[in-house]
């Protein structure tokens, strides 16, 4: 096993313990993503089966009474919140910011905006930015092919069909998306990993891949 699917295996696991730890807190509260949930668990159910991983190592049981819970969380109150440990991000004034100085991408630079057409993002504003809600973390932006949408399709994640009820309009090849880290990783390791902007990739994508392999993808590199 190369060194890097070692690390992209660890980034995996991470995000795997990571979801686990909080399960129970999560599951009480009212205050749950469904879309993103649904990301990550099955990203993770995909990955481990690839990689051979016991679903124990995920603390599944966890990540089933999150998946059970009714509650549910509009995109429209995620919205309303800024980056953990940063301010709410403001409204129509902040339309043209291109570049957010407050986050900073793969590159150690300013977090370039990925996408307002559609219109991306966590919080929708076209950034790929987070918070602790955002379980599924959607850090990559990629330039989306058919290949990696037909995989995703294939193994649960249909990005390519609209979900209007979270704001998700359905992706062709070529539109630029904020997606789960841990979708991006698997699909390295699958063969089917889109390009992706280093410039407009969260800093903490570093946390499920190593930076050579991210770079390997950046097409917005000189």
């Not at 649904?38 to 995920?58: D, R, V």
């Not at 953990?84 to 991408?105: I, L, Q």
């Not at 309009?169 to 390295?188: F, H, Q, T």
Request: proline fraction near 5%; charge should be neutral.
């Amino acid at each position: 096993q190369s060194s890097a699917q070692a690390r992209l295996k660890l980034g995996i696991m991470g995000t795997a313990q990571r979801l686990g730890r909080v399960g129970g807190r999560m599951a009480a509260s009212p205050l749950v993503p469904l879309a993103a949930l649904g990301c990550a668990y099955f990203s993770l159910q995909a990955a481990f089966s690839f990689l051979g991983i016991s679903s124990k190592a995920a603390n599944a049981s966890s990540l089933r009474s999150l998946s059970d819970s009714p509650r549910r969380r509009s995109l429209a109150a995620v919205s309303a919140e800024g980056e953990a440990g940063s301010d709410a991000v403001p409204g129509s004034e902040e339309k043209d910011v291109v570049e957010r100085p407050d986050v900073k991408n793969i590159l150690g630079g300013n977090l370039a905006q990925c996408s307002t057409d559609p219109m991306t993002g966590w919080f929708r504003d076209g950034f790929c930015r987070t918070n602790e809600q955002d379980t599924g973390r959607h850090l990559v932006c990629a330039e989306t092919t058919e290949i990696f949408l037909a995989h995703q399709k294939s193994i649960g994640n249909d990005l390519s069909t609209p979900n209007l009820m979270y704001g998700f309009p359905g992706l062709k090849p070529g539109d630029n998306w904020c997606v789960c880290a841990s979708r991006w990783a698997e699909s390295v390791m699958a063969g089917t990993a889109p390009p992706l902007r280093a410039s407009a990739t969260h800093a903490k994508a570093l946390d499920f891949a190593p930076e050579e392999t991210l770079k390997r993808y950046a097409i917005d590199l000189e």
